[in-house]
């Protein structure tokens, strides 16, 4: 079935650089894309969302970018600190109902 | 605190055995879910509730599970006789319903990690 997926299952940075979390998805009938931030034990934690007519939304710290032609989802973080070493997972959706969700990347962040 | 809450937070059973976990929603949220995740693996929607109707259920959901919010508030997921591959952790999300981005939101619980043995 269609699903949500991400590039890279790990991606290591040093402190105060910047990241970028890929992803892809496959269904071009959703209309809300979220990124979520999980510490190990812990739910999932709402971090930025977007909707298919933006492009762009920027956060404190956090931007996300969708580029519907290829279908791809961005997450990027600026000047990373310790406490963003977390696993991302980027969802989906259409409507008001359920998420999917992708694997996940673990964020390392190197002091 | 106004979050969503779970309860417990951790269970361990034996198999066969039943097993109920309750997930309060933040209190003005009428849409309830309830997703399981596995080790290394994104969250998989099990099922959702806006106010006490039960919308929609996965193919994951077996006929050993139940959901249910009587009152629209809270709700209760039980697993009847739990196999080992029941283990997880189930996970409860909350949202408000409407057109905006804000209340489409799913806010995430702690969870509940079921060790099934």
């Known amino acids: 079935g269609e699903s949500v997926g991400l590039h890279l299952p790990t991606l290591s940075v040093q402190e105060g650089d910047n990241s970028i979390i890929n992803c892809a998805y496959s269904?071009?009938?959703?209309?809300?894309f979220i990124w979520y931030k999980q510490e190990s034990g812990k739910g999932p934690q709402f971090i930025i969302d977007?909707?298919?007519?933006?492009d762009k939304r920027q956060g404190q710290r956090v931007t996300v970018l969708l580029n519907k032609t290829v279908k791809h989802l961005s997450l990027q973080i600026a000047a990373t600190q310790p406490g963003d070493s977390a696993v991302y997972f980027c969802a989906e959706t259409k409507g008001q109902g359920k998420l999917i969700f992708g694997q996940g990347t673990e964020l390392s962040v190197k002091p | 605190d106004t979050g969503v809450s779970q309860d417990p937070r951790h269970k361990i059973t034996k198999r066969g055995q039943n097993v109920t976990f309750r997930c309060d929603p933040i209190s003005e949220h009428n849409r309830l879910y309830w997703y399981r995740q596995t080790l290394g693996q994104g969250p998989e929607f099990l099922t959702y509730f806006q106010n006490e109707a039960q919308l929609e259920k996965s193919r994951l959901l077996s006929d050993r599970f139940s959901a249910e919010r009587p009152k629209g508030s809270f709700s209760t997921l039980e697993i009847q006789r739990t196999e080992q591959g029941d283990s997880a952790m189930y996970l409860c999300?909350?949202?408000?319903?409407?057109?905006?981005?804000?209340?489409?939101?799913?806010?995430f619980g702690p969870g509940t990690r079921l060790t099934v043995l």
């Open positions: 977007i909707r298919s007519n933006m």
């Open positions: 269904n071009s009938a959703s209309d809300y």
């Open positions: 999300a909350s949202s408000g319903s409407g057109t905006s981005v804000a209340t489409d939101t799913q806010y």
